[in-house]
């Protein structure tokens, strides 16, 4: 079993930057994709990025050039730094985990965080 828990969310500009944080217990080991997934109101939950253990990324087009993940192994903790936030990207924030090298769909999830951009 695995747990994710989400933070950092919060109020940023258009244009500025926030960085997502996952942090993740239980079974690390069973875990091969991490990532990030969005919902805003009204709206199906997308896809945004993933990082695999090898480190492999991937992310979708709304946020490639802008977005980034990370994941440190060691902490098992995976990063996504949003730079260049525009007012398409509000939305929760989901982590999400599988045991397989494709993310989707996740097997696990964080509880969200909350971004929004307003100026």
């Known amino acids: 079993h695995v747990q994710l828990v989400d933070s950092g969310g919060g109020l940023v500009r258009p244009g500025g930057s926030l960085t997502l944080s996952c942090v993740v217990s239980?079974?690390?080991?069973?875990?091969?994709?991490m990532g990030w997934y969005r919902q805003a109101p009204g709206s199906q939950r997308e896809f945004v990025a993933a990082?695999?253990?090898?480190?492999?990324?991937q992310y979708s087009n709304s946020v490639k050039g802008r977005f980034t993940i990370t994941r440190d192994s060691t902490k098992n903790v995976i990063a996504l730094q949003m730079n260049n936030l525009k007012p398409a990207d509000p939305a929760v924030y989901f982590c999400?985990?599988?045991?397989?090298?494709?993310?989707?769909?996740?097997?696990?999830w964080g509880q969200g965080s909350q971004v929004t951009v307003s100026s």
């Open positions: 999400a985990a599988r045991s397989s090298l494709e993310l989707e769909p996740p097997e696990s």
């Open positions: 239980g079974e690390t080991t069973t875990i091969n994709a």
């Open positions: 990082i695999t253990r090898g480190g492999n990324t």
